[in-house]
C-alpha cells in the first residue's frame, strides 16, 4: 500500500501538528497520526504528560484528517511509565481523589476508548501501571518481542491501579488472569502478555514498525463513519462503565491515604525509582526493596 509523503510546510500541518506538546511529538500522514512519547529518563505520567494527552483528545475531536492514531516511543526501554508518585502524594494532599465524579485519568482513558477514531500501541519498551492502564484502554496494541513489558505494579506501592486496569483486565484478560496481573505486580513479556490477550499480538521488534504501519494505514483508508460505526459496534458491551471508576477511585483514595504508602515511595526513590536504569528489572524485583 502506498501512502502520501508527509514532507510538509508549516502552512501544510495540521492543527495536532502545529500544537505545541511538550511530552510527545505528533506526525499526520494518510490518515494517521503517529504520537512519539519523549518526555524524560522514562516517560513517568506526570502533569505534564497527562495534560498533553487531555489536550490530545481535544484536538483528536475536531480533526476530521485523521482516522487512525498510534501511539509508539522515542525511548526503546520505555513505551509509557507509570504516575510519577510524587505527584500522586501532592494530589492525595490537595485532596484531589476525594471528589465522587469520574477522575481525571479514567476519564481520559475513556475518551480514547470511546472516540470515532481507531486508537493503537505499538509497545517497545516497558509500559507499567498508567502506562500499562494506557494500553488496555487503546482499540488494539502489539508489543515487540523481547523488548515490550507490561506491569501493573500498584500492588507493590501499596495502591491499586487508579485509572481502572482492574475493569479493563477483567473484560480482556479474564477475572484470574486479572488477577495475577494485579495482584502479582510483576513484568509480563510480550510474548506472555499475547498469550493471556493483555496485548493483540506479540510481534519480533524487526517487523512490528511495518506490521502497525501496514494496518493503520489500511484502517485510514475506510471510510470516517464506517470506522466509527464499527468501533461503537463493539463498544456497545461496555457502556454505562462511570460508577466503576468512581468506584475503584474511592478504594484507590483510601489506600494512597495510608502511612504505608509513603514510607515504599521513599523507599523507591531512594533505590532509584523512575531513573531509566532503576527501573529496568522486572518489577517484582521491588517486592523486597519496599517491603
Given at each position: ?59 483528536l475531536e475536531n480533526e476530521g484528517a485523521v482516522k487512525v492514531?498510534?501511539f509508539e516511543s522515542a525511548n526503546p526501554d520505555y513505551f ?173 483514595a483510601e489506600l494512597i491515604k495510608a502511612p504505608d504508602f ?30
Open positions: 500500500m502506498k501512502h502520501a509523503n508527509n514532507n510538509k510546510s508549516g502552512t501544510d500541518l495540521t492543527s495536532l501538528e502545529r500544537y505545541n506538546f511538550e511530552s510527545f511529538k505528533v506526525s499526520v500522514n494518510a490518515g494517521v497520526a503517529f504520537v512519539t512519547f519523549d518526555h524524560g529518563e522514562t516517560n513517568v505520567l506526570d502533569m505534564t504528560s497527562v495534560m498533553d494527552l487531555v489536550a490530545l483528545a481535544d484536538r492514531v498510534v509509557l511509565s507509570h504516575a510519577d508518585f510524587r505527584l500522586l502524594q501532592e494530589f492525595r494532599d490537595k485532596g484531589v481523589y476525594d471528589s465522587e465524579e469520574m477522575p481525571l485519568y479514567s476519564g481520559l482513558l475513556e475518551r480514547f476508548r470511546t472516540m470515532p477514531k481507531v486508537t493503537i500501541a505499538k509497545v517497545q519498551g516497558r509500559a507499567r501501571g498508567g502506562g500499562a492502564e494506557f494500553v488496555t484502554a487503546m482499540d488494539m496494541s502489539f508489543a515487540a518481542i523481547d523488548q515490550a513489558f507490561l506491569s501493573q505494579m500498584e500492588i507493590i506501592i501499596g495502591i491499586l491501579p487508579g485509572g481502572g486496569a482492574g475493569q479493563y483486565l477483567a473484560r480482556k484478560v479474564g477475572r484470574s488472569r486479572a488477577m495475577e496481573i494485579c495482584l502479582g505486580g510483576g513484568d509480563f513479556s510480550a510474548l506472555d502478555a499475547e498469550r493471556y490477550g493483555y496485548v493483540n499480538r506479540a510481534i519480533p521488534a524487526n517487523e512490528i514498525d511495518a506490521f502497525v504501519k501496514e494496518l493503520a494505514y489500511r484502517i485510514a483508508s475506510y471510510p470516517a463513519k464506517a470506522i466509527a460505526r464499527n468501533k461503537a459496534t463493539v463498544n456497545l458491551f461496555e457502556e454505562g462503565r462511570s460508577q466503576e471508576f468512581i468506584t475503584s477511585n474511592a478504594w484507590f509513603d514510607l515504599r515511595v521513599d523507599k523507591f526513590f531512594a533505590k532509584g525509582g523512575q531513573t531509566r536504569s532503576g527501573e529496568l528489572s522486572d518489577w517484582r524485583n521491588w517486592a523486597e526493596h519496599l517491603a
